[in-house]
Structure formats: structure tokens, C-alpha cells
């Protein structure tokens, strides 16, 4: 039996710096991970400025490709503006494998089926113990199978659904485009240039709501491929979308019982107004990695439930196309 102090299942962002805060507060600990990294990810990439504060680095100081947004080219059913504010754009691939290596913790790939309690100790698929446990394994997370799934984290209504696909492509036009509740999508749908000639291209929205509607996520898949042509913007044929799910915040509910602690998605922290997860991700990591350290209450503080505050917009210029 493999024995660590703490074991992190799940190595995306959440769990990466969870690990790199442990760390850094020099407790032993370990992440399983069912993926060998680097991994594909399912994700527009885009992240914040606070996002990098939070790890630390300066977007010069970032070892991949990074695009600055500093519009975004906005259409509201018709309605074209642009918003100027000062977002990133990554490739998961490749930044999750860096925030991964960059918290200098053993990495063991395993798919974890198996979580128990015993004592004052967690046992993993027989294999591994460890005195805490921290679920950063995304939305189909064995920790919050194993002891969250009654805890009142999950709202239906707060359920996700997604149709993407992030390619090689030779875009003509490197500007960020997002399409909000087009053909009453209950979500939005994005096209996200990429460095290093990769694009990202995908649609999301409330499954409860497309269901009410009688509508599905691939026809809005389908739908923002013809735009898409419409607007030259891509001219490929047959592009295959992959789909994801996960949960927005819901604001209720434990997300920690005794020694195990969910982060990430696979608390369902994305936030409620664009479903951005990835800064939630880091900072519930961070959140859990000091309240072990400090034994003290783990929250959700410092964490927004919104994404779009009056400080992200940068006023100058705004709704010009
Ligand atoms: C289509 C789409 C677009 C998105 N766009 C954005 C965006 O532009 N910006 C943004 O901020 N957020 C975006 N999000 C949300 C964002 O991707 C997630 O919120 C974020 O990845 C959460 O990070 P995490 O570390 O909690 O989970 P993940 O990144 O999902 O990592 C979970 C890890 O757990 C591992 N794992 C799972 N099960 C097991 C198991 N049984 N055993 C061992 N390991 C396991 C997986 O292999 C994975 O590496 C998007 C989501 C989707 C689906």
C-alpha cells in the first residue's frame, strides 16, 4: 500500500495547484490521474488575468502559446458590439502538463474506481491511503461518488452541456468572437483563435432548458458550423464536435466531509453567468491546500460566482464592432 499524507485525484488545473500549494506548505502528498499527460482537454482555453495572479506568472513568463484578447466581438441576438477587456487564450494541452510538472509532485497515472473511509484513513483501490482526500477529478469525480453525491452540490438546473472541438487551422481572422442565446440557445456559442495556428470553435448551454425546448446542443452545433461558413470564418467541411458536461455554481451544499474535500469542477464551481471554470478550479485548489495546512474551515471565499464584473470591461471603445 502506497501511503501519502494527502492524495489529490485528478491532475487538471484544480488538483495541479492544490499539489503546488501543498507543496509549498511541504506536505507529502500525491496526484492519480487517469490521463497521461499531456492530456486532451475539452475547454475554450480562455482565462483570466486573475488566473495567472493566482499561479504566479506573468503571461510573458508563460513557456506556451498565449494570445491576449483584448476585444471581444459580442452579438446578442443581432446585435454586434465589441467589449474591450483584457482576457488570455492557452491551449489546455498544453498548459495543464505545465501547471502539472510545475507543482513538482509525483504523478501516478490510475484511474481511481474505488474510495473508502476507514478510520481515520482513506483507502483507494486497496493500492494507496492517505489521512485527506481531495477530489479535483472533474465532473464524473469517484470522491464526490463516494461521499458528496447526497450533499446538495449539484442542481440539475445548473447542469451544462457542450459541443466543441479545437483544431489546426489557418484562421484569416484572429478575433474573438461569442455568440449569446442565437436561435434560443440558452448558453452561447464561441469561435477562440489560438497561437500557433490552432482554433477553438464550440457551443454550450443549460441541458434542462435545450430539453424544455425540445432542442439538443448538436443542432446548435450544426447551426454555428453554417454561420461560421456564412461569415468566412472557417471553410473546412466536416468538422467532428466532442461533447462535455459540468456543473455552474449552485451556491449550496458541503464540499467537505471530515478529511475529503472536492475543488474544481468536481464541486461545480464554474461560474454562472459563462460557465469559466478553470479560475474557480485554481483557487478552491488553493483554498483546500490552506485549510489543511492551517486546519482551518475550507470555503469557498475569494471565489466569484460571476465572471463578468464592471472591472473586466475596459470602457474606452466600448460597442464599437
Ligand atoms: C467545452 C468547454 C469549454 C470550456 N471553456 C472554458 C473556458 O474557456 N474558460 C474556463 O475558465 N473554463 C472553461 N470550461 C470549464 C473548465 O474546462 C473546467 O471548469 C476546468 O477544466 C475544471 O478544472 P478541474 O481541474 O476541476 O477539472 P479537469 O480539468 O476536468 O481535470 C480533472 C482531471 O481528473 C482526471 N480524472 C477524472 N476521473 C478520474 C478518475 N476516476 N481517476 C483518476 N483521475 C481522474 C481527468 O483525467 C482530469 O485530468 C469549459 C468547459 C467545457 C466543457
Known sequence: MQQAEVIIVGGGPAGSSCAARLKHHNIDCLILDRADFPREKLCAGWITPEVLDDLGVH????????????????????????????????????????????????????????????YDQFII??????????GAGGTGCPVYKSFFRNAGIRRNEHLIVTQEKEFQYRYTDPRCYLWFMENKLPGYAWYVPKENGYLNIGVGGKERELRKQNDSIKGHWTLLMEKLKARNLITASHIKPEGHSYYLRSGNGSIRSGNAFLIGDAAGLATVDMGEGIGPAVRSGINAADAIAYNREYTLEGIPRRSIRWKWLRFRNLFRA
Not at 73 to 98: A, C, K, M
Not at 125 to 132: A, F, Q
Request: aromatic share 12%; with cysteine; proline share 4%.
Open 59 to 118: 503571461s510573458s513568463e508563460y513557456p506556451h502559446g498565449i494570445i491576449p484578447l483584448r476585444k471581444l466581438h459580442i452579438n446578442i441576438r443581432g446585435l454586434r458590439f465589441g467589449v474591450p477587456t483584457l482576457q488570455y487564450s492557452i491551449r489546455r494541452y498544453e498548459f495543464d502538463n505545465w501547471l502539472l510538472r510545475r507543482s513538482g509532485v509525483e504523478v501516478v497515472t490510475h484511474n481511481v474506481a474505488q474510495v473508502e473511509r476507514k
Open 125 to 134: 483501490d486497496d493500492t494507496y491511503s492517505c489521512r485527506y482526500v481531495i
